[in-house]
């Protein structure tokens, strides 16, 4: 069952599988099309480019000898190759590794261990790329946050070297000036948490005078769900997500300021349309506006169950869009969103597939991908068709409940009255308030216990307006037809507004 998208995007993809919740990386190829990689389910690092019309160019493990290699981070250069950096988790302390790859994935000379041996390395290592081909690469061990400068050919520049001392969880973000922009936490006293911004002097090696972004206060029910660094054009954004474990409730804030002054932040809440979260925030790599954020967020779905869907907001305008991409039966987070030379848009997130294992989706704005992507099959037919058969079969299943709960005990008066009067027919007054008072039982137990698909109706009222509309219209047909029949019976009456408002009710609560 592929997962379905919206308009403005092709349908998601499955591509492979990995084992780990976390993002895969995402990057333009040359001449177009895209690379992604992750980790697959042996620990390898699995390396895909695929083509300007959605078709797999290449698929295969790269010969790295790895053992447990986590968060790979992907950057083409200049001339085409690919730089690579990954933590790998196998050693007896985890360590971040580079290096250099041809466009087919060969290997190009021998990979090179960056981090300290004696330290573990810990959080996904960053790597960027500026417009002369030189190469990046941040991670954050023990101590604090480390960096190293490679060339286009793969030979470092700068040696690693200690950049913020008791830094972690960087994130970064390179400017179409070649700036580096840093994002990152300090743990403070007690149960607190710092996020700081600088920007990386590449010469010096020493980040600006880095501003605290805020404090967010952490521990007990309350942690920091995700934290993500975006750029545009006008300025800087950071973003963060509070979950709220005792009320079940996230909280979703970003901060905005010019790039030369972010001590002039402004802090903002951002009250999400569609959904609830974010558990993960995913801003466009790179700088442009208005600014594309990816969100992993729950909602409603189509069942009436929360599902975990992927939308895309827009910052930097009056009229902000919330997007949903994905609209699969699965949970879909962890996305990653990049813009290629024709700003088209690429999002690859993680779906689960099972036990311990997720599929690694790709969609794409693009129309060539989207015409082979959006494509009827087969399997599409079937699963409309028995999605409809589903939904009609909560109808019927909602039918019988309501006939049993609504009309047993009206129709058990109805029973006693006859064994007492021996009346059959609607001759007497008598006979006449005892239908009456029967209807009357029925209709208020049908507010009392709406059907199974009026419990999950999405419009609150509509409990109260499905019943006075149903009761409405069964009493006007069951009246019409009454009295044109010459004997009116007692039970034949009862029978009909009944069946009349049972079928009626769950039938209006499908179509709202």
Not at 305 to 326: K, W, Y
Not at 419 to 432: F, G, I, Q
Not at 495 to 506: H, V
Request: aromatic residues 10%; hydrophobic residues 45%.
């Amino acid at each position: 069952m592929t997962p379905q998208a919206s308009e403005a995007w092709s349908r998601g993809r499955i591509i492979s599988k990995m084992s780990v919740k976390r993002a895969v990386t995402l990057q333009p190829a040359p001449g177009g099309g895209v690379f992604l990689a992750w980790p697959n389910l042996e620990g390898d690092i699995e390396l895909v480019r695929i083509g300007v019309e959605g078709e797999v160019l290449l698929d295969r493990i790269l010969p790295l000898e790895t053992k447990k290699a986590r968060d790979p981070q992907l950057q083409v250069g200049l001339d085409g190759r690919l730089h690579l950096l990954w933590r790998e988790q196998g050693d007896p302390r985890a360590s971040v590794r580079y290096a250099l790859l041809e466009a087919d994935g060969t290997l190009v000379g021998r990979p090179q261990c960056l981090s300290d041996p004696m330290s573990r390395a810990s959080d996904a290592p960053r790597l960027a790329r500026d417009a002369k081909g030189n190469v990046y690469a941040l991670w954050s061990d023990e101590t604090g946050i480390y960096w190293a400068m490679f060339n286009g050919e793969g030979k470092v520049q700068t040696e690693p070297a200690l950049l913020i001392p008791g830094g972690s969880s960087l994130l970064v973000q390179m400017d179409d000036r070649g700036r580096l922009h840093l994002l990152w936490q300090q743990t403070v006293r007690g149960s607190s948490i710092s996020i700081y911004y600088a920007v990386l002097d590449l010469e010096k090696g020493e980040p600006g005078n880095p501003e605290e972004i805020v404090k967010i206060l952490i521990g007990g029910l309350l942690r920091l769900e995700d934290m993500a660094l975006g750029l545009s054009q006008d300025g800087g954004y950071v973003f963060w997500s509070y979950y709220d474990a005792k009320y079940d409730r996230y909280d979703f804030q970003y901060a905005f300021f010019p790039l030369h002054a972010p001590q002039q932040r402004r802090i903002n809440s951002w009250e999400l349309k569609v959904g609830d979260g974010p558990l993960s925030i995913a801003p466009l790599d790179g700088q442009q506006s208005p600014l594309p954020v990816a969100l992993s967020e729950r909602m409603m779905g189509a069942k009436r169950e929360i599902e975990l869907q992927i939308t895309l907001i827009t910052m930097g305008q009056e009229a902000a869009r919330e997007q949903v991409v994905t609209a699969s039966s699965q949970a879909s987070m962890k996305p990653v969103l990049i813009a290629d030379d024709r700003s088209y848009l690429h999002m690859a997130w993680l779906e689960t597939g099972g036990f311990g294992e997720y599929n690694v989706v790709y969609a794409s704005t693009v129309p060539e991908v989207m015409e082979n992507y959006n494509v009827l099959t087969f399997i599409d037919v079937l699963n409309t068709a028995f999605n409809s058969v589903f939904r009609y079969s909560m109808v019927i299943l909602s039918l019988i409940a309501a006939l049993v709960t609504w009309a047993v005990i009206p129709l058990v008066g109805l029973a006693v009255y006859h064994v007492v009067t021996n009346e059959e027919t609607l001759d007497t007054v008598r006979s006449r308030v005892a239908i009456i008072t029967a209807l009357v039982v029925e209709v208020a137990l049908s507010f009392v216990f709406p059907p199974r698909i009026g419990v999950g109706t999405t419009w609150p009222a509509a409990l109260w307006v499905v019943p006075s509309v149903t009761a409405l219209v069964a009493t006007a047909i069951t009246g019409s037809i009454v009295r044109r029949q010459e004997d009116k019976h007692l039970f034949g009456t009862f029978f009909l507004f009944t069946a009349l408002n049972s079928l009626l009710q769950p039938l209006l609560y499908f179509l709202l």
